[in-house]
């Protein structure tokens, strides 16, 4: 069987994610991502009947199962001075971070 992810693909990868890997390592993560890769191709040959709703553990996930929305509160985190002054920059209050390029994939 052909490995999804090439080589060269897997480079690309890890280009894209800004990640230096030596060469064992990057191998042996491309090998593992092959292999899952596989899995998911295994899980999705299963046959499933389209009237089988969703389920969480086995439990059918509806109203009467499923925990009530947790209600949304704002807060500011006490340290938060001292986060800033972490920060290599900041403007108005809020931490600069740098641009992230965008580039079409193929």
Same mark, same amino acid.
């Given at each position: 069987?052909?490995?999804k992810i090439s080589p060269e693909d897997f480079d690309r990868l890890t280009d894209l994610a800004s990640l230096e =890997? *030596?060469?064992?390592?990057?191998e042996y993560l491309r090998k593992e991502l092959n292999n899952q890769m596989i899995s998911i191709e295994i =899980?999705? /040959?299963?046959?499933?009947?389209?009237e089988i &709703?969703?389920?969480?553990?086995?439990i059918p996930y509806d109203e =009467?199962? /499923?925990a009530a929305p947790r209600e949304d509160i704002s807060r500011?985190? *006490?340290n938060r001075e001292e986060i800033l002054k972490q920060a290599p920059e =900041?403007?108005? &209050?809020?931490?600069v971070v740098p641009d992230i /390029?965008?580039?079409?994939l193929d």
């Open positions: 069987m052909t490995d =890997l *030596p060469a064992d390592e990057a =899980l999705e /040959s299963i046959p499933i009947d389209a &709703g969703t389920a969480a553990h086995g =009467l199962n /499923s500011q985190d *006490p =900041l403007e108005d &209050g809020y931490i /390029s965008y580039e079409e």
